[in-house]
């Protein structure tokens, strides 16, 4: 697997391994359960004002033990704090230190059962990462009686019922409006549902070393400019257009052109320095009356398209965007790969492989090497793969991801607001900066142009695809609600100043 920088993202079990890596190494686990309750503490302050009434349901593990840290920080500084241990005392170590901790002095230390709508704020230490079970009797009775009462929720590390990896609930998920985790985010409180569960998420510091969280990573990272920030392309004095890169965009019919025209205006907006629309003779028509920057090229079938490529200057395909599903689209596909150019598949030109992945990836593997990304919803991504058995069957979108990059060698970038961009390497990145107001039509059409623009510019496949997918969230936020896709190619340009703003700074500092 490649070498990569950025934010890694660990599954329950490799933070499993880190807290063991950390506790060997002569770090004591109750330092670090202080540590990790003193964070949870930390969070109620700024959830609760003074004088508020909060609850902290404890479990028997060390999630519970978190939980009993905070209660005893909470309570020394005059806080009207409760614990309710629902299932029992605590049952490791730790815990139960922390739990004696938290008693001493007090007689009684814990309730049994409490009316969860009397508290102000609610701090969920049931369950944490490590739970890999659904919900049931008193655990699954309370996380429903919680979601019902409409009290805020504080979960520690994740919400009680949440799957930490796949961000799946288990039967029934506690619904936070904030949690707080310890060294690493977890997948799950990226990708949904979990995303919404958890709430605003904060990740605390507990004294794992970034070497122990590299070590026992497995290639899982949240999508941001620290994870592909290193080969953005920046424009320099002496490049000219050719040296940018120019990006030959496939057309439909006259009547579906306006998809390939956005796809090719992001190209230029995200610093191709060509970008060339290729269509059949009434299509041409169609653009020539809204095209001025991006050129026009008459090709009527995939023959002239590929002739087309035998111009060694087009170095990067947009295939797709209202291209037509069938046959002739998937021998333009072809044809971009026999000559080895960068490709970007998007819509139609995934379509056209329905049910024959195993052939797309003979196709893709012509290519050479050259970077091929395809860009499906959960719809087409289902159309293209059908039953493949691990493919569809695997449990987490990331997981997903990666075994169709595997299998086909490309690229994959399994769109939606959780968005998921994944290498044949088993690298895969979850992105999260996409508002709801990026779900209107063509925004694909957008995001394909980005990828492609990217590429053009010689930028690596998975940390071109990567970064037009957070490229494409952040425009998307710039302009606010409101947004049809012509709007986002517009707030590109403020984008990118501060993406090369920052990696000048960041150069600057190395």
């Known amino acids: 697997m490649a070498s990569q920088s950025g934010e890694h993202l660990l599954r329950a079990a490799q933070m499993a391994e880190a807290d063991r890596i950390t506790i060997a190494s002569g770090v004591p686990g109750h330092e670090l359960m202080a540590r990790a309750g003193s964070g949870v503490a930390a969070a109620a302050r700024r959830m609760a004002a003074p004088g508020a009434r909060i609850l902290v349901i404890c479990g028997t593990g060390n999630n519970g033990g978190d939980g009993y ?17 629902p299932l029992g005392p605590a049952t490791t170590a730790d815990a139960g230190r922390a739990a004696a901790d938290w008693a001493h002095g007090r007689g009684a230390a814990v309730a049994i059962d409490a009316d969860v709508a009397g508290y102000d704020l609610v701090i969920d230490a049931l ?24 009290r805020p929720v504080l979960a520690v590390d994740v919400p009680s019922g949440l799957n930490a990896d796949s961000g799946q609930a288990m039967a029934a998920s506690v619904r936070a409006a904030a949690t707080v985790t310890f060294a690493a985010r977890k997948p799950g409180q990226l990708l949904l549902p979990g995303r919404l569960l958890c709430g605003d998420v904060t990740c605390v510091d507990i004294g794992i070393a970034p070497e122990t969280i590299a070590r026992v990573a497995g290639g899982i990272f949240r999508n941001s400019p ?3 920030q290193a080969s953005f392309p920046a424009p320099s004095l002496e490049a000219h257009k050719y040296r940018r890169g120019h990006v030959l965009c496939g057309s439909g019919g006259p009547l579906s052109t306006g998809a390939i025209r956005l796809a ?35 090709a009527e079938g995939a023959g002239d398209f590929a002739r087309l490529l035998d111009d060694a200057r087009f170095n990067a395909v947009i295939l797709g965007p209202a291209g037509g599903v069938g046959p002739e689209l998937a021998a333009r596909v072809e044809a971009a790969a026999r000559r080895g150019r960068a490709l970007v598949m998007d819509a139609d030109a995934i379509s056209s ?32 793969f059908g039953d493949v058995a691990g493919v569809m069957d695997v449990g987490a979108k990331y997981e997903r ?12 970038v399994l769109k939606g607001a959780d968005t998921v961009i994944a290498a044949p390497d088993g690298r895969a ?23 492609g623009g990217l590429l053009a510019q010689g930028m690596p496949g998975f940390e071109a695809a990567a970064a037009a997918v957070w490229i494409h969230g952040a425009a998307a936020q710039a302009f606010g609600p409101g947004l049809i896709s012509e709007d986002l190619p517009e707030q590109v340009p403020a984008v990118l100043r501060r993406l090369l703003r920052q990696g000048a700074q960041a150069g600057a500092a190395r």
């Open 401 to 412: 991801a990666v075994a169709a990059a595997r299998m086909t060698g490309a690229i994959v």
């Open 264 to 298: 090719a205006r992001s190209a230029l907006r995200v610093g191709a320095g060509l970008a060339t629309v290729a269509a059949g003779l009434d299509a041409c028509r169609a653009h020539a009356a809204h095209l001025t920057a991006i050129m026009i090229r008459e």
């Open 69 to 85: 840290v905070a209660a005893r920080l909470l309570q020394a500084e005059g806080r009207d704090v409760a614990v309710m241990a």
């Open 353 to 384: 492989f329905a049910g024959a992945p195993e052939r797309l990836a003979a196709v893709i593997a012509a290519g050479e090497g050259a970077p091929v990304v395809m860009t499906p919803h959960d719809g087409e991504f289902a159309r293209l």
């Open 226 to 228: 620290d994870l592909w």
């Open 127 to 150: 369950f944490g990462a490590g739970l890999n079970r659904p919900l049931d009797g008193a655990a699954l009775d309370l996380a429903r009686r919680l979601n019902a009462s409409g």
């Open 429 to 451: 990145a979850i992105n999260d900066n996409a508002p709801p107001w990026l779900g209107t039509a063509g925004s694909g059409d957008v995001l394909s142009g980005l990828v």
